[in-house]
């Protein structure tokens, strides 16, 4: 069992940053490959990126390509994605989930889920 816990949500002017934080716990989480997705009100879940075990490849969507960044820390357990210029459309709960088929990036690969956290991005 691998338990996800993320947090940094929150609100923010479009423009602006926030990062993201999800700590892993359970005995073979830094084996996993992580990944983000988000859910906007009335929209289906979508994927946002990924991380290998290792951290050092990464996915991206194309509709944040440029903007986040997904990093690890495997001695503390934790992923991050650094959110820059964020925008309207960005606003959605996102998830952290945690996967060992990496480069499948639809929600159905991911076996962990974290609960959620809100980023909402005013214009």
């Known amino acids: 069992q691998v338990q996800l816990v993320e947090s940094g949500g929150g609100l923010v002017q479009a423009g602006g940053s926030l990062r993201l934080s999800c700590a892993a716990s359970?005995?073979?989480?830094?084996?996993?490959?992580m990944g983000w997705f988000r859910q906007a009100p009335g929209r289906e879940r979508e994927f946002v990126a990924a991380i290998s075990w290792s951290g050092t490849t990464t996915y991206y969507a194309d509709s944040v390509k440029g903007r986040f960044t997904l990093s690890r820390d495997n001695a503390k357990n934790t992923v991050y994605l650094q959110m820059n210029t964020l925008k309207p459309e960005d606003t959605a709960v996102y998830y952290c989930?945690?996967?060992?088929?990496?480069?499948?990036?639809?929600?159905?690969?991911?076996?962990?889920w974290g609960q959620g956290t809100q980023v909402t991005v005013s214009s």
């Open positions: 359970g005995r073979t989480s830094s084996a996993y490959a």
């Open positions: 989930a945690a996967t060992l088929r990496f480069g499948d990036n639809y929600a159905r690969a991911y076996d962990y």
